[in-house]
């Protein structure tokens, strides 16, 4: 990536994460998506060491009004764990201005990511833990690629990308979740993309996104998982704003159900988010 630069700078409130309290922070949004605060304006020579460093790289972005007008939420990256942060500033003019600068700064970040992909070589890499991924949950033929039909693309993340497909044979929707074995390797992700591989195939449980298949080509792995078309809790709160109690205690039932499923079979979940 070429020098990197500030995009907008400026005060804003920001709303503490344990102590529900609003304190002014001076943030710089650079090219390279980082999002950094300080007590004071920095000066150009000698930064201090900032008080908040986020990621905006593939972040979501919420507009609400509440607990104050002009609220913006940020679900973004601090180092590798996915965290939400809450914004306030003086004008709708203002919060527009930051929401677009963040996430064009998203969006250039992303068109990189791919262009980057699409560039590098074909990979050579071996197999990776062949008979956790070569797997199906019943006693059908090993998978592979021509076995379905590629319809729609319903995300793309850090590691590969999620498409809706049909498998010619029974006609059945089902998510193939794609992962790039070159990116797995070098973020040093070879035994977490195992293990939950391993944790897919042996959950059964009606609030868990099951996993009919996997498999692996010679540069791709390949999870074949359950279709859920609901879309996810966050896009939902971001539509409603606000969640009515009994929502809110049937998402929490079945999350809560979930989570003591897992937990009998001495399995951490350790990534709950919206």
């Not at 990256?77 to 600068?101: K, N, S």
């Not at 700064?105 to 262009?115: G, T």
């Not at 006609?171 to 070879?190: P, Q, S, W």
Request: with cysteine; hydrophobic share 35%; net charge positive.
């Amino acid at each position: 990536m070429s020098d990197v630069t500030i995009v907008k700078e400026g005060w804003v409130q920001k709303r503490g994460e344990y102590i529900k309290n609003w304190r002014p922070r001076y943030f710089l949004l650079k090219t390279d998506g980082s999002f950094i605060g300080y007590k004071e304006k920095p000066q150009d020579v000698d930064l201090p060491y900032p008080l908040n460093n986020f990621s905006v790289a593939k972040c979501q972005l919420m507009k609400t009004e509440r607990p104050k007008p002009n609220t913006f939420i940020i679900r973004c990256l601090q180092w590798t764990t996915v965290i939400e942060r809450t914004f306030h500033v003086d004008t709708p003019e203002e919060r527009e201005e930051w929401t677009e600068a963040i996430q064009a700064v998203a969006d250039r970040l992303q068109r990189l990511e791919e262009e980057r992909m699409n560039c590098s070589p074909t990979s050579q890499i071996d197999n990776i833990g062949e008979e956790e991924m070569d797997a199906s949950t019943t006693h059908h033929k090993r998978k592979t690629m021509n076995d379905f039909d590629y319809l729609k693309l319903l995300g793309k993340g850090t590691f590969g990308k999620v498409i809706l497909v049909r498998e010619k044979a029974s006609g059945k929707y089902y998510a193939m979740k794609i992962l790039k074995k070159e990116v797995i390797i070098a973020k040093d992700e070879v035994a977490h993309t195992l293990t939950e591989s391993r944790v897919l195939k042996n959950t059964r449980h009606p609030f868990l996104t099951s996993l009919k298949y996997s498999f692996q080509t010679k540069d791709r792995l390949c999870f074949v998982m359950e279709y859920v078309n609901g879309g996810e809790l966050f896009f939902h709160l971001s539509r409603e704003r606000v969640f009515s109690e009994d929502r809110t205690r049937f998402y929490g039932a079945e999350i809560v159900s979930a989570l003591d499923y897992l937990h009998s079979g001495k399995i951490v979940y350790r990534d709950l988010k919206l």
